[in-house]
T-cell receptor, first 114, second 119 residues
Framework: DSGVTQTPKHLITATGQRVTLRCSPR?????VYWYQQSLDQGLQFLIQ???????AKGNILERFSAQQFPDLHSELNLSSLELGDSALYFC?????????????FGPGTRLLVL | AQSVTQLGSHVSVSEGALVLLRCNYS??????LFWYVQYPNQGLQLLLK??????LVKGINGFEAEFKKSETSFHLTKPSAHMSDAAEYFC?????????????????FGQGTILTVHP
């Protein structure tokens, strides 16, 4: 158990819908990362937050957005969903978001868009 | 831009045999490198990481990896495979950020190698 929690574990929805994925980092970690794992793209970095502020952005679609709240949990919002958004979405956390640090991954949320 | 290449999307070994999973990286600066393992229906678990303190890095579950700058490689090995090692393995490099000195930690992953262990 990494100490990172993600809810829900599974999500099935229809095209055009909007969903919210939630992540709670390890106790004491200030930085949260979101990654997408799909069969065709592999594991890709989406976005990083540190203590409530966006720090880095990767290949995140405009239909996707995220935020980190004062209690440090983070939410990833996916809207106007398409079939290709079906993937496993991971949240990871680290102490201060520095490149030297280990990122601890949650169990993921598996999203299926029908 | 940094990149990671894992040679071999599938590796199959017999129980007790040597495990060798290959990883080559591309980075303009000394990298921080990681190996993660993903068991079915689970998240990623850190096996080991290279931080420049030593070129041979020992990790959990008997795995180790050797950093070779001249070959830009960070291959993962285990002397004797166990059935429980069957999983997908990912090599990753950490982004050191821009020239302004702000360091980010986003990971760039290889495509993964699925390890199968036969009895």
């Amino acid at each position: 158990d990494s100490g990172v929690t993600q809810t829900p574990k599974h999500l099935i929805t229809a095209t055009g819908q909007r969903v919210t994925l939630r992540c709670s980092p390890r106790s004491g970690d200030l930085s949260v990362y979101w990654y997408q794992q799909s069969l065709d793209q592999g594991l890709q970095f989406l976005i990083q937050y540190y203590n409530g502020e966006e720090r880095a952005k990767g290949n995140i679609l405009e239909r996707f957005s995220a935020q980190q709240f004062p209690d440090l949990h983070s939410e990833l919002n996916l809207s106007s969903l398409e079939l290709g958004d079906s993937a496993l979405y991971f949240c990871a956390s680290s102490v201060a978001g520095m490149y030297q640090e280990t990122q601890y991954f949650g169990p993921g949320t598996r999203l299926l868009v029908l | 831009a940094q990149s990671v290449t894992q040679l071999g999307s599938h590796v199959s070994v017999s129980e007790g045999a040597l495990v060798l999973l290959r990883c080559n990286y591309s980075s303009s600066v000394p990298p921080y490198l990681f190996w993660y393992v993903q068991y079915p229906n689970q998240g990623l678990q850190l096996l080991l990481k290279y931080t420049s303190a030593a070129t041979l890095v020992k990790g959990i579950n008997g795995f180790e990896a050797e950093f070779k700058k001249s070959e830009t490689s960070f291959h993962l090995t285990k002397p004797s495979a166990h059935m429980s090692d069957a999983a997908e393995y990912f090599c990753a490099v950490s982004d050191r950020g821009d020239a302004g000195g702000t360091s980010y930690g986003k990971l760039t992953f290889g495509q993964g190698t699925i390890l199968t262990v036969h009895p």
